[in-house]
């Protein structure tokens, strides 16, 4: 009789099992990855200071990532819905003096998608209670204005370990979520004193698309006006990001508010009409102007953003304040043309 075969040793066999079935094997858990982490630098071509290593802030924010219920995942399910959240991409896209700006990419366990803007202070003191603030801003305001500035979401503090010192307490920085704008760019002014868009190429607007975006920027400053609290939003800077607009092309340029640290208090229709007409851009090299060369298009702002009847009344509280001497008029809205939209 032939000898038997001896039995197939069963751990082997499962094992073998195992790891045929392994590559099938979906993993769980949230990825996150980082990327784009370069120097920017300034209009003069500076280095932008930096106060902590990016890498610093990616692992501080990949340990809050797993803490339960943490406002990036809380910002990311209120859009997706309440499935897992498995993937976050973060890119550096922008940055400025105080806050870094991330594109992040996120997705979850249904493959559903969105973009998102992670905003994150580049310090843990002055410039996290300035974020913190222009967060609270950007609710405000965009309960006011929904088409004119960007939709906010959830923010919170981010714990960094301590630096170099020993002693250095455990620092914290403030961050937050708003939609991605895709489509839009910071702006500057080029070598000839035109707005421009910043890209790849520094690309000029046309002196009617110009004026178009002074129109676009007084409907947002006026539509974010509120008379019970007597606050509306500060004419936006462009040399800290706060405004971006899409790119030359041959429809007219829109505009989104992305940043706001200070609200107008204390405002007026008069003081807000006054601030309007002379409000500027100031850089190294020149002043400019943000005011409509047209009164009219100021006037035509006013009208789209309160009616034809509280514009009319708006121009005569600042044609009585002009006449009582408490605001003087500017060039771009000269007297004559104030008292004319007071009596359309």
Known sequence: MPPRKPAPNSHNRSASKARKKRPHRRETGLRAKWTGFRPFR?????????????????????????????????????????????????????????????????????????????????????????????????????????DHVVKPFAGG???????????QPRREVYAYLTQWLGGFHEICLDAKGRLAAIGQKKKAYSKAQTEAIKAEVALAVLRSYDAESGTAMEIPQISSGDLLVTPP???????????CRRLLKNATPAKLIHRIAGAEWETEETVFSLAPEDPGVIAEAVRNALGRETGRMWFQHYLHALDRGRLK????????????????
């Not at 990949?62 to 890119?91: H, I, M």
């Not at 559903?112 to 967060?135: C, D, I, P």
């Not at 503090?157 to 002693?167: A, D, E, T, V």
């Not at 092309?249 to 940043?259: L, S, V």
Request: proline share 6%.
């Open 249 to 259: 092309a041959k429809t007219e340029p829109r505009i989104k508010i992305a940043g």
């Open 42 to 146: 300034d209009a003069s071509g500076a280095p932008l200071k930096r106060y902590y290593n990016l890498d610093t802030l990616a692992s501080a924010t990949d340990r809050l990532l797993r803490e339960k219920r943490n406002f990036v995942v809380r910002a990311v399910q209120g859009t997706l819905g309440p499935a897992e959240v498995t993937s976050l991409e973060f890119e550096l896209t922008r940055e400025n003096n105080y806050r870094f700006v991330f594109r992040l990419e996120a997705g979850n366990a249904r493959r559903k998608q969105a973009q998102f803007a992670f905003v994150a202070a580049k310090h843990h003191e002055n410039y996290s209670k300035v974020l913190a603030t222009e967060h609270h801003n950007l609710r405000l305001l965009h309960e006011r204005a929904p």
């Open 329 to 344: 008029a500017h060039p771009a809205l000269p007297r004559e043309a104030v008292e004319a939209f007071a009596s359309e």
């Open 157 to 167: 503090r981010i714990w960094l370990p301590p630096g170099r010192h020993k002693n």
